[in-house]
């Protein structure tokens, strides 16, 4: 039972926790939001104001953390977390699930806390191995939270959020008393003296770390807008129950936590990042297409095998870039930027998607996504030009 004592897997505890609820969100919101009398678009807003709240705070709780230490915040962003689940499922009101997701996306920028951990304990050579296996973290949120909200769901919608607050909590107390601080002394004394919000905003000037940014906007737009309507079209086109889409969404992330705990590590030490991002753009369009084109859940599934392939490799390199391309005293800061800009994503995306399924057609949010996934390998040809000139 040592391991639970183990720094990486309470930072992997709690992003498995973070993702958890988004992997309940995305399938169970919807459906909450029309028992309550709304539709789609209202739940694509439910969805994105989480990620508004994110985009102010994710910066701010990350720069913090270089600041003040990533246990504190971790554990900040840990306790939004246990009150938003209990409101979400205590509540009855479309009023109150806002609140809930307003709570939750105000504190909950822990990724980037995360994120900067990793950095704080890994060397350069270890660090792409190390993201992605916090981006393993997410996929198991992405397995579970599916799962967890169809099999709860049989009680109620509600349910799953209730048993979610329970498991957030054990994370908090995980956290509070075995996480050591990964900041160091050095660098305390450091921030002490040389702390201000405003040095690390300069980045988004730079071309590269432009690049990263709009990337992870872009894909977290693709990605979100498909994930939110995906039970609607399951249910709509494919004829699937919330336990077939749940098996769905956990299928997607089954493959990806296999991916990114095992694969990516070893991949990058033998291919350039810049490869990888090119290559992962190609495969996330074909993926995106063949979605498009999904009329049956046979075909449905393998567009969503083939995006979960590419999504798998690209978001750890895009984050292990960041990290390399960032300072010891800006990777907090950095971090949350590049979440921010995630966030950024995930409003326009579940908000674009909702928009585009209910006045279009139930298909259109996979071609939105393909579309997207052909400027990402842009920006990655754009990436591999520019590191090959340096």
Known sequence: MNFIKSPKFLIFLIVVVNFLGYGIVFP????LTEQYGGDPIISGFLIAIFSLMQVISMPILGRLSDRYGRKPMLLFSLWGTVFSFALMGLTHSIFWLMVARIID??????????????????DKKGRAGGMGVLAAGISVGFIFGPLWGGFFSKISLAAPFIAATILTVISVLLTQFFLPES??????????????????????????MLILYATNLFLFWAQSGVFTTMSLFAKDVLGMTVAGVSLLFAFG?????LIQGFAIGKVVARVSEEKI???????GVVGFAIMARGSNWILFTLGITIFSIGNSFLMPVITSLVSEKSSEHEQGGNMGLLQSFGSVGRIFGPIAAGFLYETISPFTPSVMGAVIMVIILG????????SSKS
């Open 28 to 31: 169970i919101l919807p459906l």
């Open 183 to 208: 900041v160091s002394k050095q660098e305390f004394s450091y921030e002490k003296k040389h702390f201000s919000f405003a040095a690390f905003w300069r980045h988004i000037t730079e071309p590269v």
């Open 105 to 122: 996306g105000i504190s909950g920028g822990n990724l980037s806390i995360a994120q900067a951990y990793i950095a704080d304990v890994t």
């Open 379 to 386: 920006f990655g040809v754009k990436l591999f030009v520019s």
């Open 277 to 283: 991002f090119i290559v992962s753009a190609i495969i």
């Open 253 to 257: 992330g089954i493959l990806s936590a």
